[in-house]
């Protein structure tokens, strides 16, 4: 048996708007387009992508399932993000090496530290 990991799903009430975000967030490319889902990855052919898929519910608890990046410089991207429209967010996580924050519609990530450090 072989599974190949194709993309994350993300469920969005405004699948275009936070597709766009995570495109200047990433610097990933739109590989697929419609008013219902978009569809994102680090280059055209190159799995796995996020895809951003319309719906109307609203998000009001914590994800069960998050991203985790690491950036070069932690500092510099988590200001990055922030000037972009993420916000910190607070979900029990204490002290940590790490920053959660979220994107626009509230989805929590993680910008942890540099493997330099």
């Known amino acids: 048996m072989c599974l190949e990991w194709e993309q994350v799903v993300v469920h969005s009430k405004d699948p275009v708007s936070l597709a766009m975000w995570w495109v200047k967030a990433l610097g990933w490319v739109v590989v697929d ?38 950036p070069d410089d932690q500092r510099e991207e988590v200001a990055r993000l922030l000037v972009l429209g ?4 607070d979900v029990g996580q204490g002290e940590q090496s790490w920053v959660v924050l979220c994107d626009p519609e509230g989805n929590e990530f993680c910008v942890l530290s540099s493997r330099h450090n």
Do not use: Q
């Open 86 to 89: 993420a916000r910190h967010v």
């Open 33 to 70: 387009s419609s008013e219902e889902e978009v569809e994102i990855r680090r280059e055209a052919d190159l799995t796995p992508g996020l895809i951003f898929v319309h719906l109307d519910e609203r998000k009001d608890h914590k994800n069960r399932l998050h991203l985790d990046f690491r």
